[in-house]
């Protein structure tokens, strides 16, 4: 598998200022960040940053937005931990280190021109937006395209408005389901898993990219093998503990992988014999 080379700049810390900080669900808060000088993050959807605070430590989060926006980023932090609950006190005008990009991001220029399938389930759907919007901006340069989220309860639904715009455009094929619904629900209730069986696919050009946690994966993928896609041709996201970002550490290793430098994407039928890996 090939390994990305690092960089000098890799072990650079950048500084980042938060333009907007906003709470998305009672988990989730919202940041849009522009790096010193204006320079553009360069990023590729599905990669991810270090995000620093002095005297805290750093943790790695998942770049949200397209590449095809320039001169700020977005990221979307849960509080989970020491670092995450320090970046949920943050506002607009506090500042942040930066490390990044790092990762294998999705295969752009493989799916470029084929019917793209994406599935995401929970916070799956914060990096699976970066390549959800980025296929949206160059909308002509892909083929059919449907959106399948997953999400616990209406309340945990992230980015609503967005998901609202998805819904009502004719060129992409829009489902959602909850786990548990509210009396203000009308879609369906379920398992994310019971919306695959209603798409239809060309399998000689569908791909099909799914982030979700990791229970979700093996059920997921069992569906899409059932419509007979090939196993080349499905891409996940792996989350896994990472320190260091650049591959020294050892903490997010798989087998004879690591996801901070191999992945955090992959293509199914180069990890599925990794029984550390799903």
Not at 147 to 163: A, H, N, R, S, W
Request: with cysteine; hydrophobic share 40%; proline share 5%.
């Amino acid at each position: 598998m090939k390994r990305v080379t690092l960089k000098e700049s890799a072990y650079n810390v950048k500084t980042g200022k938060i333009l907007v900080a906003k709470m998305l669900t009672a988990q989730e808060k919202y940041f849009k960040i522009a790096l010193a000088g204006g320079e553009s993050l360069d990023h590729e959807p599905g990669q991810f940053v270090m995000v620093a605070v002095p005297g805290v430590g750093e943790a790695p989060i998942s770049v949200s937005s397209s590449p095809t926006i320039r001169g700020y980023f977005e990221l979307v932090v849960r509080d989970a931990g020491k670092l995450t609950h320090v970046l949920h006190q943050l506002e607009a005008g506090d500042t942040v280190g930066i490390r990044g990009p790092f990762g294998v991001g999705f295969p752009t220029q493989i799916l470029e021109g084929n019917d793209l399938v994406f599935v995401a389930g929970g916070l799956g759907i914060v990096p699976l937006r970066s390549l959800i919007n980025f296929v949206i901006d160059n909308r002509r340069d892909f083929g059919k395209v449907s959106i399948l989220l997953g999400c616990k309860t209406p309340q945990d639904m992230l980015f609503g408005d967005e998901v609202d715009q998805w819904e009502k455009r004719l060129d992409v094929n829009f489902n959602c389901t909850v786990d548990k619904a509210d009396p203000d629900w009308k879609g369906n209730v379920g398992l994310i898993t019971s919306l695959i069986p209603g798409v239809t696919l060309d399998i000689e050009r569908t791909f099909a990219i799914v982030v979700g946690p990791p229970i979700m994966y093996k059920f997921v993928i069992a569906e899409l093998l059932k419509k007979n896609i090939p196993e080349r041709q499905i891409y996940l996201s792996l989350e896994r503990h990472m320190k260091c970002g650049v591959g020294k550490c050892g903490h997010c290793q798989i087998g004879d992988v690591y996801c901070c430098q191999d992945g955090p994407v992959f293509s199914y039928d180069k990890i599925k014999n990794n029984i550390e890996a799903l």
